[in-house]
Structure formats: structure tokens, C-alpha cells
């Protein structure tokens, strides 16, 4: 990317040591900042479990603050400031995200800085946390896997988020897409409190690392920040794989579920054969949002409004993976019927059926996407972390331009890569087989 790229979102490197990438988004909408620590690893069957569980431990007290209640404490005395962790995934890739969000010391009335009471309690937190005995509180550590179980247990409350989320999983079961990155119930049952810590000591010391600062930094800050980051003892950064993007597929695959639920679910999943670093990406978003992206799409107006089949429908993208899902929620007795109808918008588009108003409806939604992803600061900073994830280089008016380029031709050139891989339908336990 381009200095001139760069200066546009005001991201800048800073520096990097010892596997740890450190920038910064300047920014003077806001007036709280926020520091985000990043690790990233191979999403893995044998690991996962044990990825989710650390960060939920280490939450839990520092050597200096060993209680929750003394982190509450403590983040009273910075204004209120704000801390969180957990995991996520981006395409084949584990996410362990640390957060601390404080206010900025130019309103700040302190003698202490601000920043640098954000930064150290976000270091202890992760590499000095409280132990007992030379190893993690086994309280702790019990109580954090029943709260991991009850969250991984209480997915299916959200049938939406589950029936689309459950379709990716059984698509990609041979992935390791496929992993939730939560893990399982059973996996975090078996966990012991020895078997994490020597886990948790081996991921902070080796996993690839990014922190993003929001908020301008003066040079004294500058300074402490490459000293305390510099200070931190790391092994040898562990390597990261390539996730599976392209995929051509030669047999649909359909799977039913059966839940108590009083509407059925159904899910498409699609391989879109696209990289986020092919020119075709900007072209697939525009496909996605003519097809499903909004009132003005065809499935939301000739599934829902016209044929009055669905409840709801949308198409979404999963970028880092190249995969579209489109997800709906109908009658029982009316899933061949919906899904001949969807599959029949994906076959319009492919004719270069695409109207004036679709086209220019379905620009001018990302653009307002896009545009709103700049009011909130951690959406700023997924954003740029996602850039470095699938190895793009976009600004948010480099997006922009991008996608204002794309033409109708473009749009229906993508079709041709898009295939039906996995047909899901969450269904009741009273319907009749189908």
C-alpha cells in the first residue's frame, strides 16, 4: 500500500519485535482510545478448545490485581475505562482478541497517563497473570469451563445465527472452517488446569501478534510503548497456513436438523471460488447485495414480497473463505418450493437480469455499510486487522472506489464461479420427513 493509501484511514506501522506487529489509527472523533492485541492461529481440532478457555482464565486477575473484584477497581480509577477478551475466527484462522478501551489523557485530568495504565494492565493481563502454585487457579479454571459449556450449549437459543452457522460446519466438516471456535462441551470438560497453563504460556510466547492503538500518540508514549513491548520474552513465531478458498464442487450435499422451533430454517451454503485478493471480490459483493442484500434485492422481493414464502432471507459472504450463504426462514411444508425459487434469482442474475434500480440500490447500501463501519472504533480496527488477515491492502475509499467501478458485465462474469455446495434445513420435530 501506498504512504498516500495509508494516510487516507491514518493507519500507520509503527514497529515490529519479536513476532509482534504494533500500529496505530489516529483518530480524533472519539474521545476514548483503545489498544487491541491480536494473536492468530491454524484454527486445529486438538487446539481449539484450549485457545477459547485462556483468554476467559486470564480475565479472571493479574498478579497485581488477582480478584475481579480488584480489575473493577481499577478500571474505575481510569474513567470507567473498559476491558474484554475472547476468541473468533476468520476463515481458517483462530482469533484471540484482548480489548481495553480508556479515555484519551487529553481529557484526562491525571497525573498518571492514561495510556500507559491501559497498556501495562493489558500486558499483565496476558503475561503475568495471578496463579496459584506456579500454575492457573483450578477455581478459576473450573469455573470458566462451565461458563464456556453453558455458552457453547446455549448456541441454539439464536435460530437464525445457528441454522446458517450449522450449514458452514457441516459444508466445511472436513475443514477446519468446520470448528466452531468455541470447541466443544466435551473437549472443554477434559481440560485440566496444568494442561492450560503450559498451553496458554506456549500460544502468548509463539503465536504471530498485532496491537492496534487508536487515538494519537505523543513521543513519550511512543517511547514507552516500543520499551515495554520490546521487554516482552517471546520464542520463535509459529508459521500460519493458507485456509482452502477454492473448491469446485460435483455433488450438492442436503442435511436436516429437527429442534423444537414453530418456523423452518433454511440455508444455502455456496463455494464462490473468490479470494479476497482477486479483482472479482468487488464485483462478488455487489452480486451478494443484488441478490440478497437488502429490500431492494431479488430475494427479499420476489421470495419474500411477491411469492410470500419466507419471513425472512438475506445473502451474506464469509470473505476469508470464500463462501456465500443465504439463509431464510419459512413454512415447513414450503422448502422445495423456496429453494427452487432462490436458487431461480441466482439463475436471473447469471441471465443478466439485473435491473437499474437493483444495480444502483445495491451500490449505494455498501457504500453507507462502509461508511458506517468509521462511527465505531472497534469496527476501524476489525477492519484494518481483516486487511492483514486475508492479505489485502484495502482503505475504506479504496473499497469504495473499487466497487464503484464495477459494472453489471462484472457482476454476472462472477456467476459462473459460484456453486451450490450444502443445502440445510432446521426443521421441527413434529414435521413430517422430507
Not at 261 to 266: E, H
Amino acid at each position: 500500500m501506498t504512504d498516500t493509501a495509508r494516510s487516507q484511514e491514518n493507519l500507520n506501522k509503527l514497529f515490529e519485535v519479536n513476532g509482534i506487529t504494533v500500529y496505530n489509527i489516529k483518530s480524533r472523533r472519539f474521545k476514548t482510545n483503545t489498544i487491541n492485541i491480536f494473536f492468530q492461529d491454524n484454527l486445529n481440532k486438538n487446539t481449539v478448545a484450549l485457545n477459547a478457555l485462556f483468554p476467559s482464565v486470564l480475565r479472571r486477575g493479574t498478579h497485581k490485581l488477582p480478584t475481579l473484584k480488584d480489575i473493577n477497581l481499577y478500571l474505575e480509577e481510569l474513567y470507567g475505562a473498559v476491558f474484554d477478551c475472547g476468541v473468533g475466527k476468520k476463515g481458517e484462522r483462530q482469533i484471540i482478541h484482548f480489548y481495553f478501551e480508556y479515555l484519551s489523557d487529553k481529557y484526562a485530568n491525571a497525573e498518571k497517563s492514561n495510556f500507559e495504565g491501559a497498556l501495562e494492565f493489558l500486558l499483565d493481563i496476558i503475561y503475568r497473570p495471578a496463579l496459584k502454585d506456579g500454575s492457573f487457579n483450578p477455581q478459576y479454571v473450573e469455573q470458566e469451563k462451565t461458563n464456556l459449556k453453558m455458552l457453547i450449549e446455549s448456541r441454539t437459543n439464536d435460530k437464525v445465527q445457528y441454522s446458517m452457522e450449522r450449514c458452514y460446519e457441516l459444508m466445511c466438516r472436513e475443514e477446519p472452517f468446520g470448528l466452531y471456535e468455541y470447541g466443544t462441551a466435551g473437549q472443554i470438560e477434559v481440560i485440566t488446569a496444568e494442561e492450560l497453563y503450559k498451553h496458554y504460556k506456549e500460544k502468548v510466547t509463539t503465536l504471530p501478534a498485532d496491537i492496534f492503538i487508536t487515538g494519537e500518540l505523543d513521543e513519550s508514549d511512543m517511547e514507552y510503548l516500543k520499551n515495554r513491548v520490546g521487554s516482552i520474552d517471546r520464542g520463535v513465531t509459529k508459521g500460519l497456513t493458507t485456509g482452502i478458498v477454492k473448491k469446485y464442487i460435483d455433488k450438492v450435499e442436503y442435511f436436516e436438523d429437527k429442534m423444537d422451533v414453530t418456523q423452518g430454517k433454511l440455508s444455502l451454503g455456496f463455494r464462490t471460488n473468490i479470494t479476497p485478493k482477486e479483482d472479482d471480490y468487488y464485483a462478488l459483493m455487489v452480486y451478494s447485495g443484488i441478490l440478497g442484500g437488502g429490500m431492494h434485492s431479488k430475494l427479499f422481493q420476489n421470495v419474500r414480497e411477491k411469492a410470500g414464502l419466507a419471513y425472512y432471507i438475506f445473502a451474506g459472504l464469509e470473505k476469508f473463505k470464500g463462501l456465500m450463504i443465504i439463509g431464510s426462514g419459512i413454512e415447513f411444508k414450503e422448502k422445495d418450493h423456496a429453494k427452487d425459487l432462490i436458487m431461480e434469482q441466482l439463475e436471473a442474475i447469471r441471465a443478466g437480469k439485473i435491473s437499474d434500480y437493483e444495480f444502483e440500490a445495491t451500490i449505494k447500501s455498501l457504500e453507507t455499510g462502509i461508511h458506517s463501519l468509521k462511527d465505531s472504533q472497534l469496527q476501524v480496527v476489525d477492519f484494518n486487522f481483516s486487511q492483514l488477515v486475508s492479505q489485502t491492502h484495502d482503505t475504506f475509499e479504496g473499497i469504495l472506489a473499487k466497487i464503484r467501478r464495477v459494472t453489471k458485465q462484472d457482476v454476472i462474469n462472477v456467476t459462473g464461479k459460484i456453486q451450490l455446495d450444502t443445502v440445510y434445513f432446521l426443521t421441527s420435530q413434529e414435521a413430517e420427513a422430507v
